[in-house]
């Protein structure tokens, strides 16, 4: 018998192994939703009639700072429906004096900078996956959807209209989400839901139902429940068409010198199969106005992670991306279209019914000759993905990805392109009732020409936490010849056919909260961290053992202390200045050793200053020493302009070791990451960013202007200009002007 088919039928006796647990933890927290009597307008209004036959539900739980009692701050809420549309009417009441505090009028801002209301829904009640809907004190609205119990992607957005009016004492919330861009089944009159206020005056954060403070109040596993007099109404024909036309100049001074013009149009369509299972389609996609990348300088061996930004891919992307963890996925968007544009490209996602939940997808690019003369035929990258609930909340899941070069004959450059890379995994997600034990078993094969054997992948982890406690324990077996072209597996080297050693991962994490008796100090406690990696031989590569001591402050300012030892022999050369120069290298097979420590702080979030400050002083490679230190600071003209700058100075200076090369003997180095940023919300509808971003290690210095117009919902009108300059703010890089207009269009 093949050891993957053993460890697939260990996996499946472990699943069997786990029981059913009990009734849904907050099921006694009933709303009753019933028809409107009448139109709604949504206004900010809270005295409509209508609202007046609504059911109100109040006296929530506080969840920050502590989680023993009801909530200070008095919320109101009342649901009502009709055949198109939900609505929510939200009252939120003062306690303290003083302005709201709010970052700007921008959607989607971050939850613990603003006083707002937002709330969440699970149609399928099935505590995995849901949305959440909801806006700051001004207005500024917030949509996202909700996987993996309770994560929030708020990249994710649709049709949907809300407005915020404010008094002396209270500032009110109104909200219309059309049961078009929901996703549910139809005939299922019970719902997850749960509301949840954050209030910076007096630093509470509460919730309807219950949520233990050691959790998100997105968590679904806390969710009451919604209870429909009537099953929501049928959907009928949803077909949404969002076409998009585009002008742009760019010169690229760099290399050509030429200035190009671009004239393009394409369209995305979205048609709903049934009210829970989505059909996206899209020809001819452009994404130049996605927010640019935040820049991040790279001392490690391995390439950086930066997130899915594009709109198509958004939607649960969690089905196809979240298989894995963090530096072991099968599957990563950012995958497609980075070395050819996109053609086309269908998505189907959803649940057909309450137990299932599948995704597939295919997308085609076009051949490309990048400025090195080298060519890239058309590709296809297709992924599908199912789940299968099984318990209360967790899920058994599997995943084929495929990747395929067509006329392969005419690559120009066959050690960086094969011809196809395929994945096959499996996995089991555990979530209890209560969601104090969680974890996953993963089982992982690639298959690509010219490799084989030692190609799979076997992982897992469990952990637990509770208000005092959280432990968490984690393995991974990677072989040396398993590769992901269409995923995010940086230790594997992928796109290489130079197979790379193998690796045993084990990652220990456990922490200890205390919650002493003080009117200032609100918890305090130690977290311990230990990771090791190990050859395939099981002799020891990489340790990094790290102490960790954290205070948290009434007001929730943070302040943490840590120190660290690491050990690292190297398995390939590497510049431990410029990842990826090889001019400057330290040799294969070298061992190296430090101690380090540093701090970190959070300021209050109620200020309308805040800052960070991170530092981390000690050893580095070949007994080399270094400082970094680092931080945000920001100021907000609430709500219409808020000014942020980050800054991070990291200075390594080398001395006479035999391991280094002469170009690094007797050296310092000083990298700098400066990035400031302005954002001007004219409206909620409205917004300008004009961000730069100073980066030495690259030797660039960037410019992104992005004006966007939200003149009708989920419809832009977006004006981009970028600027590449050299490090030294002199000569331009490159160039590129962008008018961008789409449009949703329901049919």
Do not use: C
Not at 326 to 345: E, M, V
Not at 589 to 605: A, L, M, Q, R
Request: net charge neutral; no cysteine.
């Amino acid at each position: 018998m093949s050891n993957q088919l053993k460890y697939i039928i260990v996996l499946l006796s472990l699943i069997a192994g786990f029981p059913a647990f009990s009734q849904k933890k907050n099921a006694a927290f009933e709303y009753h939703i019933h028809r409107s009597p009448e139109a709604i307008k949504v206004d900010g209004d809270a005295n409509d009639p209508a609202w007046q036959q609504a059911e109100l539900v109040t006296d929530f739980y506080q969840v920050l700072p502590m989680d023993t009692g009801r909530a200070a701050v008095r919320t109101e809420v009342r649901m009502l429906y009709d055949n198109d549309h939900v609505y929510l009417l939200a009252v939120n009441y003062d306690l303290a004096t003083g302005p709201w505090m709010v970052e700007s009028l921008r959607r989607d801002w971050n939850f613990v900078k603003n006083d707002n209301f937002i709330f969440f829904l699970d149609p399928f009640d099935d505590q995995t996956n849901g949305f959440t809907f909801g806006a700051n004190a001004e207005g500024a609205p917030w949509d996202g959807i909700l996987y993996d119990g309770g994560k929030a992607d708020l990249s994710w957005e649709s049709r949907w209209w809300s407005a915020v009016k404010a008094t002396d004492d209270r500032w009110v919330l109104e909200i219309a989400i059309p049961f078009k861009t929901l996703r549910y089944k139809q005939g299922i009159k019970q719902w997850g839901i749960n509301f949840s206020r954050n209030d910076l005056k007096t630093t509470e954060k509460s919730a309807w139902a219950p949520v233990p403070r050691q959790f998100p109040t997105a968590s679904l596993a806390y969710t009451g429940v919604l209870v429909w007099d009537e099953a929501p109404p049928a959907v009928g024909t949803n077909l949404s068409v969002i076409p998009y036309a585009l002008g742009g100049v760019s010169k690229d001074i760099e290399n050509d010198g030429d200035t190009k013009y671009r004239k393009e149009v394409g369209v995305d369509a979205k048609i709903s199969l049934t009210s829970s299972l989505n059909l996206d389609l899209t020809v001819n996609p452009d994404f130049s106005q996605v927010e640019v990348d935040v820049q991040q300088t790279n001392l490690d061996r391995f390439e950086l992670f930066f997130p899915e930004r594009r709109q198509f891919f958004l939607e649960n992307a969690d089905i196809f991306g979240n298989f894995g963890y963090s530096a072991i996925r099968p599957f990563f968007s950012r995958r497609i279209g980075l070395q050819a544009p996109i053609k086309y490209g269908a998505r189907l996602s959803g649940k057909p019914n309450k137990g299932w939940r599948l995704g597939a997808m295919t997308m085609q690019t076009d051949g490309f000759t990048n400025k090195d003369s080298l060519y890239t035929p058309e590709q296809n990258f297709s992924v599908v993905s199912v789940q299968r609930r099984v318990a209360a909340r967790s899920y058994i899941s599997g995943i084929f990805v495929n990747k395929h070069t067509f006329d392969y004959d005419k690559v120009t450059d066959k050690d960086f392109i094969r011809e196809y890379n395929r994945n096959l995994g499996f996995e089991y997600n555990l979530a209890s009732q209560n969601n104090a034990w969680t974890g996953k078993l993963l089982y992982l094969k690639s298959f690509s020409p010219g490799l084989k054997d030692e190609d799979d992948i076997k992982a897992g982890n469990l952990a637990f936490t509770n208000k005092w406690w959280s432990f968490n324990a984690q393995f991974e077996n990677v072989g040396q010849n398993f590769r992901a072209e269409t995923g995010y597996v940086p230790r594997t080297g992928i796109n290489y056919f130079k197979p790379l050693n193998g690796f045993n991962h084990l990652l220990l994490t456990g922490s200890r909260l205390f919650f002493p008796k003080s009117s200032w100090l609100l918890s305090h406690g130690p977290n311990v961290k230990v990771e090791y990696y190990f050859n395939e031989e099981m002799k020891q590569t990489e340790n990094e053992p790290v102490l960790f001591y954290k205070f948290t402050l009434m007001n929730r300012t943070d302040l943490t202390f840590w120190t660290a030892h690491n050990f690292q022999r190297l398995a390939n050369d590497f510049d431990p200045v410029n990842p990826g120069n090889p001019t400057e290298t330290l040799a294969a097979g070298t061992e190296h050793s430090w101690n380090s420590f540093g701090t970190e702080f959070v300021s209050k979030p109620q200020s309308r200053f805040t800052w960070t400050f991170s530092s981390r002083y000690g050893g580095y490679y070949a007994n080399g020493t270094r400082l970094r230190v680092g931080g945000d600071l920001g100021y907000r003209f609430q709500p219409y302009v808020a000014l942020n700058i980050s800054t991070q100075l990291n200075h390594i200076e080398f001395k006479t070791d035999s391991r280094l090369p002469e170009a690094l003997k007797n050296s310092k180095h000083d990298i700098w990451l400066i990035g400031p940023r302005l954002d001007v919300t004219v409206t909620n509808k409205l917004y300008l960013t004009n961000f730069v971003q100073y980066n030495s290690q690259t030797e660039n210095v960037n410019l992104n202007l992005r004006l966007q117009w939200r003149y009708s919902p989920a419809s832009d009108l977006f004006i981009v200009y970028t600027n590449n300059y050299y490090s030294d703010f002199g000569a331009v890089k490159n160039r590129a002007l962008v008018l961008k207009l789409t449009y949703w269009w329901n049919v």
